[in-house]
């Protein structure tokens, strides 16, 4: 299993490995709520997935510092619709870029989840994306940092 180290975000490689990731660190069953299995947003679709809400980036292309602000009232609105002690998988698959600024409203939202008792991990990261992650490693090879 191939885990980026980072001291806020457990990133990983897969789906597979941040599901399991999620599934392996909590023994609690999921809280039963009246939420739909998915929601939209302007940037965001989650949809519950054997028990954890799975979050997608509806753009493929760079999230820039300009989308920041729309990204920030998706990232609290779903904050919200979740109930504690929920489990998250942010998957980036096919997003290109990923700014400093959205990154920032990304420790929001984990600060957000962390306050009621939820996880989140991250999966898909291209190599630009976690890149933007590690700024002061830009241009290392510490940025493939990994651990088994």
Not at 41 to 60: I, T
């Amino acid at each position: 299993m191939a885990k980026y180290r980072h001291r806020t975000f457990e990133m990983f490689d897969f789906v597979e490995e941040a599901a399991c990731a999620l599934s392996s660190k909590s023994t609690r069953h999921e809280a039963e709520s009246d939420n739909p299995t998915s929601w939209t947003f302007q940037h965001l679709v989650a949809s519950r997935s054997a028990k954890m809400m799975h979050v997608r980036f509806k753009r493929k292309d760079c999230l820039d510092s300009q989308l920041s602000i729309e990204l920030r009232s998706d990232f609290s609105h779903l904050a919200d619709s979740l109930v504690n002690d929920s489990r998250v998988l942010l998957d980036f698959a096919g997003l290109r870029g990923f700014s400093t600024e959205c990154i920032d409203e990304l420790k929001r939202f984990n600060a957000k989840l962390q306050s009621k008792g939820s996880r989140i991990v991250l999966c898909n990261l291209e190599p630009a994306v976690r890149a933007s992650f590690f700024p002061h490693r830009i241009g290392t090879d510490r940025t493939s940092s990994v651990v088994s």
